[in-house]
């Protein structure tokens, strides 16, 4: 590759779907969820430090964060670490990050990630990646990664792409669509010409800015003022200012949706968005009966389950089948391992009785 990309990671969620071990103070990217040593941001990072230098990452979070993120990453300036003030979905997310580096370098390329995902073969993504960027140079081409679904999942959105193959290793997307159900889920699988949303995305700095402009202008009005502020002590006060004028919309809804400049690369490299307890249950080792178990635990005619706690009391399971059994600090949940979408009402319920739960 001829030049380096800039690496934007997003790291600002709560990750409340992995609630009572991902809390607000100290959510899962910030957390070595995979045992590994490393936290999922660190891993992140570690992961494109292989196309990129120090220099050249950018962390949006949230302000909260700022500490967590400069601890976990020390090689980073304070500059990159970019603070936002509330949560605002991924356009001005990606918009704060987009039109700052603009400012610092008008030919960038930059790939945005997500801080929490799971990549098992790395040099296949990384081929992937740097195959996005130099597709991304061309004609204002606005990149995203799909990842070849191996079943029929519910919880991630899907992107439908043209069967033609562009010579740059592209195919022009025709469709997206949000977390169907299970039938229609079925029915992308079998039909081949459909691919998991990864939400990592390559763009030229100066093809997306020009996106915004076309597709979302209040928003490109918004951070086209910031140009008087990036890099100076007012950049705060300014940012502060901005969150509270833009819409909270998705990079997804607002742009890629609408643009007739997408493309998807196809990506076949152990992929997971780690987005919930299942998912990570998957990844895990298990015993004979399909339990994952990170505890001094006792398990009779218990299966498919996971059990994790972070303190070395015995923890005794019966009977139980596809349940999750976790203890983080001062929260017990014992829920079903597949019922990510109550997590919800529990972490609500949890914030009644006092924000020490949350």
Known sequence: MQEKPYIVIMAGGIGSRFWPYSRNHKPKQFLDVLGTGRTLLQSTYDRFRIIADPEQFLVVTSQGYFDLVSEQLPDLKPEQILTEPLRKNTAACIAYAVFRIHQLDPDASLVVTPADHLILQEQK???T??????ASKSDKKLITIGIQPNRPETGYGYIQFHEKEEADGTKKVKTFTEKPNLKLAKTFLESGDFVWNSGMFV?????????FHKYLPDVAEVFEEGKNHFGKE???????????QVKNISIDYGIMEKSDKVYVILGDFGWSDLGSWLSLHELKEKDEYNNAVEANALLFETTNSYIKTDSDKLVVVQGLDNYLVNESENVL??????????FREFVAGAKKKGEDFV
């Open 125 to 127: 993504f990384i081929d």
């Open 129 to 134: 990646i740097q195959k996005a960027v130099k």
């Open 203 to 211: 763009w030229k700095a100066k093809s997306l800015l020009h996106a």
């Open 234 to 244: 007012s950049e705060g006060d300014f940012i502060n200012r901005a969150y509270t």
């Open 333 to 342: 949940l014992i829920c079903k391992l597949d019922g990510e979408e109550k």
